[in-house]
C-alpha cells in the first residue's frame, strides 16, 4: 500500500502472476481454461482497436475497484500508445462514475505509471489474463 | 423488463430523467450541482475524443449493472457514431470483465439499440446526467 | 421507473413488503428470522439516536444502489425528523463516494421524497425490514 | 416490483429473454458467443452435481443483486430436485454473507418460489444464459 | 500479494483474525455480536450439508471478491471433504459468473489451496466470523 | 494485513497518500482536481454537522468495503468527537446492511481504532480526499 517497496512488489506480483496462471491452466477444468482464453480473446483488435479496448478494461477495472486489473490494463494501455494525458481522462471517466471510493486505487493507478514511466518497473508481457 | 412497451417506458423515463434533473438542479445543494455540472464536463473532447470516452462510459455503466446509465450510453454512443460492431465489441468487453451477472443488462441493452436502429426510439438529448 | 403511476406503485409495493415480510416469517428458517430481527434492532436508539441511524441507513443504501432500501429510509429518515436541506446533504454525501451511477437513484429518491412531502404516498410503518 | 401481475411480467420477461438471447447469439461477435457457451458449459454435471452448481449459481446471484438471474436460478434450482427448506438454507447464507441489501431481492424471490410451486409459473427452459 | 512470504502472511492473518475477533466480541455492542452469532449458525448442517454451505459461501465470496473471506471458506471447505476437482468447479462458477475482475482473487486462493494440500498452511479453526 | 507491522504501516500509508494526492493535482486534468475539491467540500458543516456526516462517510466506505477510506473516516470521526460506542453502533450498521462480507473489514477498523486511541497512530490531517 505504501509506495516504500513498490518496485519488488510489482516485480515479485509479475513472477506470481505468472506462476498462477500456468498452474491454474495445467489444471484439469475446461471451463476455466476457456474463460481464460476468452478474456485473452477480448482485447484483440476488432471493430475497436486495442488502444481503445485497453482503456475500456482500464475503466471497468477502475469502477470496480481491483488494484491488481488497474496495474495490468495501465501497462497494456501504455504499450498501446496511451498517453499521459490521455490516461488521464480515462481515470477522470472512473472517477466521476465510480466516485470518490475510486480515490485510493487512483493514487496506486497513478504511482504505478510514474513507475513505469520512469522505467523503474517493466513494460507488461503479452496479454495474460487479468 | 419485458420489451412490449418499451418505447412508452423510454418515452416516460426520459420525461421523469428531464423533470428530476431540474427539480434537483433546483435545489440549494452546491455539491450535487457541482456533480452534476462536473459529469457533464466529464465527456467533453480533450486528449480522447467523446467517442473514446462515451465507450468508457458505458463499458462503465456495464460492469457497474446500471440500467438507466448503460440506455444513456449507448444512445450516446450512437450519436458520436459508434457502429453496431463497435457497440458489441463494447459489450463484450463488459461482459468478459463483469461475466454473466451482465447478461440481463446485455438483453435490455441491445433490445434498446435496436429500437434506436429502428428509429422507435428518439435520438439522445444534450448529455444531461447519467 | 417513469414517475407516473408513481403512487399506485408505492402503494402496491407497500402491501407486496409486507405480504412477503409475513410470508418470509412463517418459514422454518431461524438464521433468516433471526437476521430480520437484527436488522430492526440495528436502527433502535443507542450510543447514536434514531435520525442518525437513519442517515446512516439511507447513505449506505444509495451507494449500493437498492431503490426500495432507500425508499424506505427516505421515508424513515422523515419519520424521525430529517428535513429536506438534510436530506439533500446526505444524497451529496452518497454521490461523491459513490460516483455518477448513483443519479438514477437519486432522480428516484427525490421523487419518492417529494411524493411524501405532498402528502400522496403516507408515513412509513414502524421498521419493518429493508 | 408489487405481486399483482407477476404471473403476466415472468411471462413477458420469459419471451423476451428467449427473443433477445437468440438476436445476441446472431450477432457476429464470436466473444459474447462463446460467453454464452461458456456459461451454459458451466452448470452442467462435473465433479460436483447439478443441484450443488445451480444453488452456488443461486447463491453468488443474490450477493450480486440481480433480480433475473435470481429467478433463472431458482427455477433451475428446483428443476434440480431443490426442496423448500433447502432453498431457504441457500437464501439464509446469501442473507448473512450479502446483508439486509439482499432482503428486497429476498423477498421478490420467495413471491416467484411460492408462484412456481403453486403452477402459476411454468418450469424452467434448459439452461439458456443468465 | 506475491507468494513468496505467503505461510508468515498466512499465519499472521490467522493470528490477527482470532486476536480481533476477541476484541470485538468483547465490545458492548449487541448487534454486532448477534450478527458474529448468526454468521457462525449459518454454516451448520441442517436441511443442506456443510460441504454444500461452504461451497456457497466460498462461491459468494469470490464473486463480491473478499480474499479474507475466500481463504477462509477454501479452508471450511477442504475440512468439509471438498476435493481439488470440486474445488475448481466451484472456482469455475465464481468466474463465469463474477467475470475476470475475479481472476486476481482466483490466483491467490489456488495459491493458498496449494499450501493447504502441501501442509505449509494448518487446518482451519471452528467457524469463527468471516 | 496482520497487525504486526500496522503502526509502520500507516504511517508508509499516510505519506504516500499525501504525495500521491499532491501529484494527482498537479496534474493538468480539470476534472480531477474538482472531483477532489468537490470531495473535500462535501464534509463541511452544512445543514448537517460534520459528525453526522463523518459517520455517513464511514459507513459508506464500509459497504463499499474500501479499507484506506475506512482508516481516513475512523480517524475523521474520531477527530469530530465520535466516542467509541458510536463507532461500533455505525459499524453495526455497516455489518447488517453490507453483510458478513464487511466483517474482514471491520477487524481491521477496530484494529486502527485501537492504534488511535492509544497513541500510536497519529491524528488525522485536515480533509484531503479518500
Redesign the interface.
Known sequence: ????DEAD?VR??S???Q???Q??LA??????R???A??T???RA???DVK??E???L???M????D??ISYHVAQCREAGV?R??M?????????????????H???A??FL?RLESGVVGAAPAHD??
Not at 1 to 4: E, F, K, L, N, T
Not at 63 to 66: E, I, K, N, T
Open positions: 500500500m505504501s509506495g516504500g512488489r515479485a506480483f513472477e506470481f502472476r506462476r498462477m496462471n498452474r491454474i489444471e484439469d477444468n475446461q471451463v476455466v476457456r474463460f481464460f476468452l478474456d480473446q477480448t482485447y476488432g471493430a475497436l481503445t479496448k482503456l475500456m478494461g475503466v471497468a477495472s469502477v470496480l475497484r481491483c491488481d486489473c498517453n494525458d490521455e488521464f481522462e480515462a481515470f477522470s471517466v472512473a472517477l466521476v462514475v465510480g466516485g470518490s471510493i475510486v480515490i485510493p487512483l493514487r496506486r497513478v504511482d510514474d489474463h487479468g
